[in-house]
RNA sequence: CGGGGCGUAGCGUAGUGGCUAGCGCGCCUGCUUUGGGAGCAGGAGACCGCGGGUUCGAGUCCCGCCGCCCCGACCA
């Protein structure tokens, strides 16, 4: 039993100065968790207790998905990562650190490579696949900006698993088990999150989700189908597009004189002021970068979209990955004199063989307000397919909430959302990297492929406290809650030493228990347990003169009395559902 | 790395160049109090981020550094 007179924990009456999301500054306040440096945690005995029932949920599910927990060493040594590449590919988010000898180490970002050689070392039949392994480990990433508390650190707990199987369809098979195993720990956890579709990156075509607990503070931004399930990360949306029109329905291309128009804004102005009444979503706004391809070339590439959006540079890149997108600078304006910055247009793009490319919102057919490639000057009616070709279309525009769905054609929605959860087709990468085979059925060597899944522990905790709270503090969902149960004995009414039988009746039936045993004034331990977020409160207080106490749902805001004999008995029933 | 903000006791904060750096919370002692962060009395606790400068005098002004928080860039 957990007592308040000598439990390790000081609450806060204000709010600290340096936490501003709700799940930092609760969790500070309520005596969860200490900060040592930036990113980088301490955790107190009810957060411990947090930490430890959320990994439990995560394990049971692990399990029963066939998952096998092992433990690597936090502490690694350089080769296996100089092997894959990422000694160096990781950058400054990897801590580097050195032993006494002057022999390399790092601190494990992630364990791929510790897996793929762990199996390697192990197994090499095919009648040993499938095999799914995970830990509950620390990791570490040196975050540029670590943010919001246990949120994102740099150092923070996280489950993480990998499936080796013999070919593609094992693979999927391993990714379904995983699937329904994080769907069932998420819904136990209490949690509210979305399944969305993942940009499937520099890999090529491997499926790949993410499961985000929604809420404003989360740093991904997601959009989601307010008919259907469709949901998807932004960069990885694809809106739905309108039909195609008929170039032959739009009058001849004609140039105009529009002088000192080189925004949107100025344009649109300039031509309603000569009659031309054509708003933002009818211009075409050609945006021009550089694309760095991996083998090192670069080439400029002109992007259309609709003007009355912004060119989302995330999503543009997601879409011609794995070149990187750079910016086109002054001077590589100066030395390509067929881009006029500022009244750029498409019609003159191929024959300088800079490479233009539209979002699926320029549709073949239609007609747009676009640059004339002369300074001062536009031209109307441009039509693609008649006035210019795109070779290809690249979703770049922003998405807009109540945009169209690509499955159903609804509305879309958009918020953001907390990264609590990654499931990933990885592929042979790194058994590729460390010649992971195993004999085949025929006596030959085939090359196992992986999946890759990680659920943040730590940040989960942090995210649920997100979802979690009210004005007066935490409010855990029942599986994570640090007790079951927060007695709390106030005044000078329990002369019986009631609170504390009922206590140890309640831990005798297998609760985990908090008693406030403090005997200060009554306010201070409402106030606490409020804060605290246990989710059944039971008050010994002043009705015992009746024979009553109070048993309360913080998270019901309601409270009902009893007579103390029946309080173990609903005490139960409350926690067990 | 760019932009913004901030460093005063465990926490939250006040402090025109001029008394011994103030207040609230928390902590300690005693008495009172006990259903919504109690009252009274007494106490402990500060290298005012660090270094340099200006000045008779610096928490306060100047220069440099360090650290922290927020936004952005970044984040298999």
Redesign the pocket.
């Known amino acids: 039993m957990l007592r308040m007179s000598t439990l390790f924990l000081?609450?806060?009456?204000?709010?600290?100065?340096?936490?501003?999301?709700p799940s930092?500054r609760l969790l500070v306040?309520a005596g969860y968790v200490r900060?040592v440096?930036?990113?980088i945690y301490t955790w107190l005995p009810l957060g411990v207790r947090v930490l430890e029932r959320v990994a439990r949920v995560v394990r049971q599910e692990m399990d029963r998905m066939g998952g096998q927990e092992v433990l690597f060493p936090a502490l690694l040594p350089r080769e296996a990562y100089e092997k894959s590449g990422?000694w160096t590919?990781?950058?400054?988010?990897l801590f580097r650190l050195k032993d006494r000898k002057g022999g390399d180490y790092l601190l494990g970002?992630?364990h791929?490579e510790m897996f793929t050689t762990l199996v390697k070392g192990e197994y090499s039949s095919y009648k040993d696949l499938p095999v799914v392994l995970y830990q509950v480990q620390t990791k570490y990433?040196d975050?540029?900006?670590?943010?919001?508390?246990v949120l994102?650190g740099r150092e923070f707990v996280?489950k993480?698993s990998y499936s080796f199987d013999l070919d593609d369809e094992g693979l999927r098979v391993s990714y379904a088990k995983h699937r329904d195993a994080y769907i069932r720990t998420f819904d136990r956890l209490g949690m509210d999150y979305r399944i969305v579709a993942a940009v499937s990156?520099?890999?090529g075509g491997s499926a790949s989700e993410e499961f985000l607990a929604v809420s404003p503070?989360g740093?991904?931004t997601f959009v989601s189908c307010t008919s259907c399930d469709y949901a998807a990360n932004t960069e990885a949306v694809q809106v739905g597009a309108a039909a195609a029109q008929d170039p032959a329905d739009h009058p001849a291309m004609q140039v105009l004189d529009t002088p000192d128009t080189p925004t949107i804004a100025t344009l649109v102005a300039d031509l309603r002021g000569k009659g031309h009444d054509v708003g933002p979503e009818r211009t075409l706004k050609n945006v021009v970068v550089k694309l760095r391809h991996p083998d090192g070339r670069i080439e400029p590439l002109v992007v259309g979209v609709p003007g009355d959006r912004e060119i989302d540079?995330?999503r543009l890149?997601a879409n011609v990955s794995p070149a990187e997108v750079l910016p086109f600078e002054a001077a590589d304006f100066a030395s390509t004199p067929a881009l006029v910055k500022g009244y750029i247009g498409p019609q003159v793009l191929a024959d300088a063989k800079i490479r233009f490319l539209v979002d699926p919102l320029v549709v073949p057919g239609s007609a747009w307000v676009t640059g004339a490639n002369e300074p001062g000057k536009h031209a109307v009616n441009v039509v693609s397919g008649r006035d210019f070709t795109p070779v290809g279309t690249v979703p770049a525009a922003e998405v807009r909430d109540g945009d169209p769905c690509p499955r159903c054609g609804s509305g879309l929605r958009i918020d953001r959302g907390i990264e609590i959860g990654?499931i990933?087709q990885l592929g042979r990468k790194y058994t590729d990297a460390f010649s992971l085979d195993v004999l085949g059925r025929e006596g030959k060597p085939v090359r196992v492929t992986m999946g890759?899944y990680?659920i943040g522990v730590s940040r989960a905790v942090a995210a649920i406290a997100e979802q979690a709270h009210d004005d007066?503090?935490l409010v855990w969902p029942r599986s994570v809650s640090p007790v079951d149960v927060h007695v709390v004995r106030?005044?000078?009414?329990d002369t019986e030493g009631v609170a504390e039988r009922i206590a140890t009746e309640l831990e005798e039936r297998g609760l985990e228990v908090l008693l406030d045993d403090r005997?200060?004034?009554?306010?201070?331990a409402?106030?606490?347990?409020?804060?605290l977020g246990v989710p059944t409160i039971l008050?010994?207080?002043?009705?015992?003169a009746d024979g009553l106490?109070?048993l309360?749902d913080r998270a019901a805001g309601t409270?009902r009395t009893l007579p103390v004999e029946e309080a173990v008995a609903a005490v139960l029933a409350e926690v067990r559902g």
């Open positions: 000081r609450t806060l009456r204000e709010d600290p100065a340096d936490a501003e999301v930092h306040r900060r440096a930036p990113g990422r590919e990781y950058g400054d988010n970002p992630t791929e990433r975050e540029a900006r670590p943010r919001a508390g994102r996280m993480d990156g520099a890999m503070t740093e991904d540079l995330k890149e990654h990933f890759s990680g007066k503090g106030v005044g000078k009414f005997g200060g004034s009554p306010g201070v409402f106030k606490d347990a409020e804060l008050v010994v207080g002043k009705a015992l106490v109070e309360r409270s």
